[in-house]
Structures are given as C-alpha cells and as structure tokens.
C-alpha cells in the first residue's frame, strides 16, 4: 500500500443526504464537526420544489467532498403533493400525515445512501430528521431510524463481516429554533437553504406551506432573523 492509499484509507467519510433544506445543511456541517469528510448525495425525485437541488449544489461546494445529485423520478408513482398534481396545503400545519409525505421516502433515499456507503468504504450515514417540529411522516421518528440501522447491518456484505453501519440523526430530537441556533452557531448562511415545498417562478418561498411555516416559527423562536424571501407570511 502506497501512502497515497494509505492516507486516503485513513480519511473518515460520511455519506450525508442533502435536500439542500436547511435541516440538511445543518446535519452535514454537524457531520464535518464530527471528523468526517462529507459525501453528499442529493436526490433528484422529480420534486415539485426542484430549486431545492440549487440549493444543495451550494451548500455541497463548501462542505462536502464530492456531491452527487442522483435522478430517481418518483413522479413515475405519484402519490403525493411533491411528486404529483395535488396541492400544496397552505391552511397551516394539521394533525396527521399530510400529503406532502412521499410515499416511502426516507426508506428510499437511505438505501441509496446505505449502497454508497458501502461501495465508498463509509460506515457512517447522516440524515436530518426531526420528530418535533415536523409534519408527522412517520419515516421521521426515532423508531425508523433504529429500524432502518438494524436493516443495513443484515442486509450488506459489510454488516455481515463485521463492519456496521451507524445511522446518524443529529437533528431528532432538536426544534427548530434549535436547528437555527446550530445553523448561526455553526456560521452557515441559513439563506442558501430552500426549504419550501411550492415556491414562486422566481425561487422565492411561499411562506404559507408546512415547510415555510416551521420554518419561520424556528429562526422566529430562536430569536434569530430569518434570511428566507417569502412570497407571503402567515
């Protein structure tokens, strides 16, 4: 082994999915605290909020080590307001799972995250779900997550020789004023984050949807200013 491959085997990496919301943005920045080098994977699922990958290009060219935006159109199942032709709920946040939830998701996008991983020599994955202020999709409780790490350490070849994955979500148990807290203490620039779900034309956040709201109750909660641009407010 040469000492190029030596160094590089000594690097710690993390496989971090990046919406390019701001609980991502926080969740990779949390990750390279930690040690590890950032690969970022965004997936492209065909979301109605597609300025969202703009925003994850962005924030991956300060923080990640390589980026990958990985096409996988789930418009092809529908099944939700993100993915198909329903609307966007704009009356406030509800009890319930609203229609916002993709079907499955989380469940997807670690699995891809998990066979990066794999096949990058990384043992740990970072995801940023929260199961306070959320919208209640159920593949954002603490119970997935425990499943989901359970799943990759029987279902890879590295599992079963010995080397496991731990699943990381530094965010679970944080509010979102305790999300914006970590963003200002973590010096990022909250305002390259999207994290609307049906923005204008032009980019801006709609300020009435479920995402904009928590999102604006947090920097507002936090005592923070928040560098979102809205279309409207609540």
């Known amino acids: 082994m040469d000492r190029a491959e030596a160094r590089d085997r000594a ?5 971090v999915l990046l919406s390019g ?9 949390l990750a390279r605290e930690q040690g590890f080098a950032v690969l970022a994977l965004t997936v492209d699922y065909g979301q109605r ?45 509800e009890a ?21 991983a794999e096949a990058a020599g990384a043992r740990d994955l970072f995801v940023g779900v929260n199961a306070l202020d959320y919208s209640g999709y159920p593949d954002c409780r603490p119970e997935f ?23 990381h979500a530094p965010l679970q148990h944080m509010t979102k004023a305790d999300i914006a807290r970590e963003a200002a203490r973590l010096r990022l620039d909250a305002g390259l984050s999207h994290s ?5 034309a032009d980019g801006g956040a709609c ?18 200013a928040d560098p979102t641009r809205y279309a409207a407010r609540r």
């Open 196 to 200: 609307c779900y049906d923005p204008a």
């Open 21 to 29: 919301g701001l609980d991502s943005m926080v969740c990779a920045a």
């Open 49 to 93: 909020h597609r300025v969202e990958i703009d925003a994850a290009r962005t924030i991956a060219a300060s923080l990640a080590e390589r980026h990958i935006i990985l096409p996988l159109d789930l418009t092809a199942f529908g099944g939700s307001a993100l993915t198909a032709d329903i609307a966007v709920p704009k009356g406030g946040v």
């Open 207 to 224: 300020g009435l949807c479920d995402a904009c709201r928590l999102r604006a109750k947090g920097f507002e909660e936090a005592g923070l």
């Open 145 to 167: 997550i425990e499943a989901f790490e359970n799943l990759a350490n029987r279902a890879t070849k590295a599992g079963v020789e010995g080397e496991g994955f731990t699943i």
């Open 11 to 15: 690097v710690k990496r993390a496989v």
């Open 96 to 116: 319930g799972i609203p229609v916002t939830y993709v079907p499955a998701r989380n469940t997807v996008f670690l699995s891809v995250a998990l066979a990066w």
